[in-house]
């Protein structure tokens, strides 16, 4: 059963750090995890792309909100993903989900395995 697992959401104060864990499990094919990311959805507003990295690991790919503040990586070996998010602002309040596919997207409608998702308040 094929399963992504988040960890680390909760409450911090604007200006603040919380570090997300994903891991994912089950897969017949390890191509399903050649790339794996973060996404968020805030109420009333479409899911959207965070930042994704590939197998590799390397740089990752940005939303340009989230650029100089969030930092992607990941253990290949443990297909793990980690999400460091330092400077957190009132607007990076979501429900945020991890998500695995063959190649590296921020289009969420292009993602089919996801995770249950993981909440983030950023209070002032």
């Known amino acids: 059963q094929v399963q992504l697992v988040e960890s680390g959401g909760g409450s911090v104060q604007a200006g603040g750090s919380l570090r997300l864990s994903c891991v994912g499990s089950g897969y017949r094919y390890s191509t399903s995890t050649n790339c794996m990311g973060w996404f968020r959805q805030a109420p009333g507003k479409e899911r959207e792309g965070v930042a994704v990295?590939?197998?590799?690991?390397?740089?990752?790919t940005y939303a340009d909100s989230v650029k100089g503040r969030f930092t992607i990586s990941r253990d290949s070996a443990e297909n793990t993903v980690f999400l460091q998010m330092n400077s957190l602002k009132l607007e990076d309040t979501a429900m945020y989900y991890c998500a695995a596919a063959p190649i590296c997207t921020l289009v969420a409608t292009q993602i089919r395995q996801w995770g249950q998702g993981t909440q983030v308040t950023v209070s002032s």
């Open positions: 990295i590939f197998r590799g690991g390397g740089a990752g």
